[in-house]
C-alpha cells in the first residue's frame, strides 16, 4: 500500500527512506568472456523477491553489445538473437529501478557486478559524448540523452565468497556446483545436450532462481560465518574490470617496496619484499590478510607464479586452484591465522 506524506508544516523536511516491499534482488547474466573489460553482455535476468522468497517482478533481455557475440555454447544465444537484442543503454534505468536501494544477490560479485558497472559506464560515456556533439552545433535543438546511472544496490551478497569463506568443498565453483555441495535438490552444472538445446531465458531465469534458493541456504544456516557481503562503494575495477575491494585492487597495482628475496622456507620468518597470494579457501576476510601483507612491506599478487614466496589458503588436504598449483610449484602454504601470525615477525633481510 503506498501512502502518501502530509505536506503541512514538514513539506521542507526530506521523508524517510521507506524499504522496498521486496528489498531483495536475484541478477544473473550471460556474457561473451570472462572480463568485463574485454567481453560484453548478451543477457541479463532480475528478480526482486522478499524475505519469504515471493517474487515481486521479474525482468529478462537480451542485449546487443554491437559487437562479437561469441560462441553459442559458452552464453546459449545464437548471433540472429543477440542482434535481436536491446541496446545496454535502454534498460539501465530500469536496472536502476530494480537495483537501487535493494540487496543485490548474485554468485561470484566481481565478474557480475564487474560487467554491470563496465556497461552502465559505457553508456553513460557514449551519452555524454553524443550530449557534448549537439552543444557544438551537431543535432542542436534534439533532446539530451538521460540512459541512466551505475546501479546503487546497498549491498552486494556473493554467494560463492560466503562458500569459500565458510570452507564448503567445491568440486564446481558454478553456481549448480555450490547448490550440489549444500545438500539442495539442483540439476548438475555440467553441460549437457539437452540444456544446450532449451531457450537462453529459460536456462537463465533457471539460474536465477536457483540463486535465490542458496541464498536462503546459506543464511538458513546461523552457525556459520557471516555472508559475504560488500558495500558498492568499496570496490572498483581492476586491470580486468572485476569488481574488487579498495584494498585488493591497491595493494595490486602497489609498487614493490622491496627486492623479492625467493620462496619462503617454512621454519623461517617471512622477508620483506616476499611475494603473497591469498587463495580464496580462507576464513578472514581477504582484505584483512592483504592489508597486513602490505603493512608488513610484503608484496600482495593476485596470480600465482613460480616468484610467489608463500600462499596463504585454509584448505591444506584436499587441494585445488592456487593451493593445488603452489605445492605443484614447491611453494609453501600458510592458514590465514598462521600468516597473521608470521607477518609480525617479518624480516628485513633473508637470514644466511
Not at 532480475?46 to 557475440?69: A, C, K, R, Y
Not at 549448480?176 to 545438500?183: E, F, I, S, T
Not at 614466496?309 to 585445488?320: E, F, G, H, K
Amino acid at each position: 500500500m503506498t501512502t502518501t506524506p502530509d505536506h503541512g508544516d514538514s513539506a521542507a523536511e526530506t521523508p524517510p527512506a521507506v524499504e522496498p516491499a521486496f528489498p531483495f534482488v536475484a541478477l544473473t547474466v550471460q556474457a561473451t568472456g570472462i572480463h568485463p573489460s574485454t567481453a560484453r553482455l548478451v543477457a541479463v535476468d532480475v528478480l526482486t523477491f522478499d524475505e519469504d522468497g515471493e517474487i515481486g517482478e521479474e525482468f529478462h533481455t537480451v542485449l546487443n553489445p554491437g559487437s562479437d557475440p561469441g560462441p553459442h555454447h559458452y552464453h546459449g544465444l545464437t548471433h540472429e538473437e543477440v542482434a535481436a537484442g536491446q541496446r545496454f543503454s535502454s534498460v539501465l534505468k530500469t536496472l536502476d529501478r530494480l537495483l537501487d536501494d535493494r540487496t543485490l544477490i548474485v554468485h561470484n560479485a566481481p565478474r557480475v557486478w564487474g560487467f554491470i558497472v563496465a556497461e552502465a559506464r559505457r553508456a553513460m560515456n557514449a551519452a555524454a559524448r553524443s550530449n557534448r556533439s549537439r552543444g557544438r552545433g551537431r543535432g542542436r535543438g534534439r533532446r539530451r540523452q538521460r540512459v541512466g546511472h551505475v546501479p546503487k544496490p546497498l549491498a552486494i551478497v556473493d554467494t560463492l565468497a560466503t562458500a569459500r569463506r565458510r570452507r564448503i568443498p567445491l568440486e564446481d565453483t558454478r553456481l549448480g556446483g555450490l547448490a550440489l555441495a549444500l545438500g539442495m535438490d539442483a540439476p548438475s552444472p555440467v553441460a549437457t545436450v539437452e540444456r544446450a538445446r532449451r531457450p537462453e531465458h529459460e536456462t537463465t531465469r533457471e539460474t536465477n532462481d536457483l540463486l535465490i534458493d542458496v541464498f536462503f541456504e546459506l543464511r538458513a544456516h546461523s552457525d556459520d560465518a557471516v555472508l559475504a557481503e560488500s558495500a558498492p562503494g568499496d570496490l572498483r575495477a581492476d586491470r580486468f574490470g572485476l569488481q574488487r575491494s579498495h584494498v585488493r585492487v591497491d595493494a595490486m597495482e602497489a609498487p614493490r617496496p622491496h627486492p623479492n628475496p625467493g620462496v619462503h622456507v617454512p621454519g623461517r620468518h617471512l622477508v620483506r619484499g616476499m611475494e603473497v597470494v591469498v587463495a580464496p579457501e580462507v576464513e578472514l576476510d581477504p582484505d584483512i590478510l592483504i592489508a597486513e601483507c602490505v603493512k608488513a612491506e610484503l608484496v600482495y599478487s593476485e596470480k600465482l607464479t613460480r616468484t610467489t614466496s608463500v600462499v596463504v589458503c585454509n584448505d591444506t588436504a584436499d587441494l585445488r586452484g592456487k593451493a593445488m598449483h603452489a605445492v605443484r610449484k614447491g611453494i609453501p602454504l600458510l592458514t590465514d591465522t598462521e600468516f597473521l601470525d608470521a607477518v609480525e615477525q617479518v624480516q628485513s633481510r633473508p637470514r644466511r
